[in-house]
């Protein structure tokens, strides 16, 4: 059981396991630390055979040597060296690690939750030694290529921020998917969404520049949209394609199109914008002013607006920040 307060217990001066009452873990939940990085033996550890959550840091460990928990049910390390080899506990069905070295030498098709997060992948073919993947976290790495990921046919959620992809139409084979995150990736198409019924999609900070491409996401419900960052977002008739995705359940995540000395582009897109999405749900938009020296980089959530005056009255206020800047009062 866990304790209300803090509680550090030694093992051989070499470990603390600690245990929390917090809501991130599950009740038989264990935090591992090393004094000085080295552990002999993982089962020294007064870790009961009830534990269902075990956190790892700076540990060098093989998997076959958790077998004595038998309730194990999520497994995290961090900073660490971890070696998957023989089968895994029945129990086991959620894998975090986090700027970890790795071998995956097995089948683990009990694993339905697995993040490699920030551990310099370039080579995602071990995702086919866990088959039944429902969550894959791939974020903060270094992958190009993400064809083998399309055998994952369970997949509803999709983390690969942060990497160098470009080519994702493999994707059109996960029909489960619902959510999706390509943040801060080379991505300039999105015909495979046209395959799926997707709930978020994440694109921000990507290299996407033809209006065309939205018209892939009409048959979306989709109920987060993000787009900032994207070369589309300059285009003239960007807002006009926007209506294609629009819903009452959507929170769109846009950027207004920058002004310099002319207000007049900003307040047509602004205009377009609230136009062509008068459906939505809400909008979460960026507003950014480059004048002279003077810059002004704001988001604005507007939320439950039903009629295009409200919002105007919105844009009317960003209109005045605008031409504060242009006389130099503001």
Known sequence: MLCQNQNVLCVNQQVC?????????????YIVRPANNRLARVSALNVP???????????????????HLQNLQSLSLETG???????AQQTLTSVWLQKCKYAFNGYYPNIVCLCVMGCGIQDVSFVS?????QKLFLRENSIRDVSCISKLKELTYLDLSQNKIVDVSSFSNLRKLQTLVLNKNLVEKIEFVDYLQLE????????ISDTNQLLFLKN??????????????????????????????????VTVNPVHTDINPFKNCIYSII?????LKQYILRYEFLIGQKKLTKWQKIAK?????????FAETVFKKCDLLLQGTE
């Open 17 to 29: 396991v600690e245990s929390y009452q917090v809501q991130t873990l599950q009740q038989d939940s």
């Open 305 to 313: 607006m039903s009629k295009n005056a409200v919002l105007a009255e």
């Open 81 to 87: 060296q971890i070696t998957f080899s023989g089968p």
């Open 220 to 253: 979306q419900q989709l109920t987060t949209l993000m787009l900032f960052e994207n070369e589309v977002e300059k285009k003239m008739h960007f807002a006009e394609k926007l209506h294609f995705v629009s819903t009452p359940n959507t929170e769109l995540y």
């Open 49 to 67: 055979e009830s534990c269902m959550s075990l956190a790892l840091f700076k540990l060098q460990i093989q998997l076959n040597q958790l077998r």
């Open 275 to 279: 136009g062509a999405g008068s459906k």
């Open 129 to 133: 030694q866990f088959p039944m993947l």
């Open 200 to 207: 978020c999609l994440q694109l921000a900070h990507n290299k």
